[in-house]
């Protein structure tokens, strides 16, 4: 296995996704009895599509439903008169160890380059910004020797805390039972402990200054500011890092908002039952059903009916939630018998953090241009301790308008601009850029009106992603394995949930894919099918390599 390419494989489950997907096999196989049954797929995200692509091929009908847009949080938008230009308003750097997020990448064709992260190639220039001080550089070397201070202790965090080096060593060989036997007592020991409480307490950190904290808060490592991220559940921070998350980014050429939308529409040859030219979209004459607003067991024929929003009912042998949870209680009618109190209790208490992104469309990327005094660049990737906190600089080409973000922040920084409409926060992000390169007129670039979004601040969402806290290790256990329904009261079977806030690794569209493929195999078992035996599913292995239960 060790010439596998490095995946997000565990470390609480340690499942080949990937392989699962690529093997000859393929997923799985249907009796005769099942082909063209219809189930629910509530949402049409990422983890809705992949769902409903791979049960249509299984021979399902995946019957979808949409309270907004089709897409969900990977939603591209195009600026006015321009339609190759986007704004990625979800997710828009995708690391590459996630592997069967790439799967389906690679299956629609889609383009991707090098996302352009704080003090990588990509960005070629960085700038930050703390406490009114202005740093330029193009990697780390060329930071004052704090920075390297605070990167070096965050490495030994990392080893003094979780054994890094040899558990990522065990993830990228593959090694299931190397990876349990680091990952389990860290589950233990870091589930009711924040990220904050990991750093301010290493050995490394504790013999360096306050200011190192703060430092490492505002910069982090990777993709800019972490200080968000503090109050989180340390387990998730140590997933990210040892999964590579953080690193290796690429961007989705024209848009992330593609992958849903070509699965939606593609026609595999590689299909069940259906005739070759099926599509998701064929399946559902063309468009998704309207949002769920009712989801109950019909005690006549025992199966689970959904109702939407315009009042049709249809019933189903099985349903695949998707929507973040919350909505479940908020914009659904959901039927409390469908699901235990303990697994309500997870699903309900599951935190999301909130996000906002301002972008602008700019004439050209002018920011190249070098100041003819210093030789820096006009502008840079920049982080900041301002609103700002982070803004990207997407190049299109010399003679191609450029895209700016103005702004990616998250939690408080987020809140502050939460009842602030587009402008307003184009005019704040601008001053807040305005002290940091004094000499740029960026606004006499903008060429778009600007685009915005505050996630927490659509009904069909409540939040940008999930963000565990402390203590929330069982929950998302309760969330995760729900997918294995032999055990369950039959009252409580045949509905499943999938996203990325079911997964371990939420915020990560990789998450919302491998929850869907576990949904997946749900399904396939509810429908008495099964995988190949030389090509076992998800839930085959889980009872020999599932996450660690932690003492009621
Ligand atoms: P969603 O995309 O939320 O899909 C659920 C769908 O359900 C939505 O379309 C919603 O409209 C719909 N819905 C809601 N209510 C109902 C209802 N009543 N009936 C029917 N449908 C309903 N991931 C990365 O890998 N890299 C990143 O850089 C990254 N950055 C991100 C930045 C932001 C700001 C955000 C918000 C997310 C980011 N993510 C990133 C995460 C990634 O976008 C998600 O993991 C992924 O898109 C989630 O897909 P999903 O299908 O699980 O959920």
Redesign the pocket.
Known sequence: MSDMPFSMYGPDFPFAYDQWLQHPAGLGELPASAMGAEVAI????????VCGYELMRLGLKPVF??????????RSVHFDGNEQIVAE???????RS?RS?YHYVERMGLKTAPFPNPLTEAAGSTVIELEGERFYAQKLADLPIIFQEVAEAYDSALEEGAQFTDLQDAIRRRDAAAIKAIWNPLVKQWDERTFYDFISTSSAFRALSFRHREVFGQVGFGTGGWDSDFPNTMLEILRVNVTG?DTD?HLIVGG?EQLPRRLWQHAPSDLNHWPVGTSLQSLNQGAPR????RIFRDGQTDQIAVTD?RGHTERFAAVVC???SW?LTT??DTEESLFSHPLWMALDRTRYMQ?A?TFVMVDRPFWKERDPVTGEKRMSMTLTDRLTRGTYLFDHGDDQPGVICLS?SWMSDALKVLPLDAQKRTQLALSALSRIYPDVDIASHIRSNPIT?S?EDDP??LG??KGALPGHYRYNHRMYGHFMQQHLPAQQRGIFL????ISWT???????VQ??LNAVWGVMTQFKGCCATDNPGPGDLYPAWGPVSLAP
Do not use: H, V
Not at 89 to 95: A, D, E, N, S
Not at 290 to 293: R, V
Not at 498 to 501: K, S, T
Not at 506 to 512: D, I, N, S, Y
């Open positions: 509530i949402g049409a995200g990422i983890a809705g599509l439903y949409e309270a907004g847009r089709l897409g969900g949080r990977l308003l979800g997710g828009m750097r995708f690391p996630s997020f998350c980014q992330a309207p949002g769920a607003a929003t998707t929507c973040q909505l914009a659904i996000s992104k990616y979004i996630w069909n969402f940008a992603f999938a996203g990325d806030d939420p915020a990560w569209a990789e998450g919302a929850t869907a």
